[in-house]
């Protein structure tokens, strides 16, 4: 596509329940990047991926995260019996290749709250 | 460890006023650094970059950067602001893979008319 898309752009959970953020990366870009944005805060990096493979999952916050990517393109977030501290934007960003030159492109984001 | 501190968490400035947007960094080799701009409601743009070589870089709409080594620093600049400037801007530091993509807290900048 022409720019990274999230969907949805709008999520309300009650606590204790699951929920899938999606990430459609711009064609071509191999690898993709969640980042987690908390009211006030800075941009927090979750997780990565080079294909569909994630080197790095430190920054996950707790098991009750994961991710997946199928095919080199769409990603999915998932947050199992979400919480409070759980509310929060969730950005995804795709680049050409998971080096610090090619540059990061943003998608809008999903914005989470949960109840 | 490194981090980026932007030490100012919310600017106001008059539009047709210059600016200047600070960023430090702490980082254990001369990194890779950016500056992004967040809109309300929409995902980060890209202003600028700085890889090597020239220590003023030249961003879109308007913007320059300075890197100072010696300062640890990659100050954000524009010398005459915009009302559709009123944005939060974030400075980012990388150096090797994305994984280390670390981005500063943020400054919310608001434009008065």
């Known amino acids: 596509g022409a720019g990274v898309s999230q969907s949805p752009s709008n999520k309300v959970t009650e606590k204790g329940k699951d929920v899938e953020l999606r990430c459609d990366p711009i064609s071509g870009h191999t690898a993709l990047y969640w980042y987690r944005q908390s009211l006030g805060q800075g941009l927090e990096f979750l997780i990565y991926?080079?294909?569909?493979?994630?080197?790095?999952k430190s920054g996950l916050p707790s098991d009750r995260f994961s991710a997946e990517r199928t095919g080199g393109s769409v990603s999915t977030l998932t947050i199992q019996r979400t919480q409070q501290e759980d509310s929060a934007v969730y950005l995804c960003?795709?680049?050409?290749?998971?080096?610090?030159?090619?540059?990061?492109?943003f998608g809008a984001g999903t914005r989470l709250s949960v109840l | 460890a490194q981090s980026v501190t932007q030490p100012d968490i919310h600017i106001t400035v008059s539009e047709g006023a210059s600016l200047e947007l600070r960023c430090n960094y702490s980082y254990g080799a001369t990194p890779y650094l950016f500056w992004y701009v967040q809109s309300p409601g929409q995902g980060l743009q890209l202003l600028l970059k700085?890889?090597?070589?020239?220590?003023l870089v030249q961003g879109i709409k308007g913007f320059e950067a300075e890197f100072k080594r010696s300062q640890s620093s990659f100050n954000l600049r524009k010398p005459s602001v915009h009302w559709s400037d009123a944005a939060e801007y974030f400075c980012a530091v990388t150096r090797n893979y994305g994984q280390n993509f670390v981005f500063g807290p943020g400054t919310r900048l608001s434009v008065l008319p």
């Open positions: 700085y890889f090597s070589g020239d220590t």
């Open positions: 960003a795709s680049s050409l290749l998971a080096t610090s030159k090619n540059i990061q492109y």
């Open positions: 991926f080079q294909g569909n493979s994630a080197p790095d």
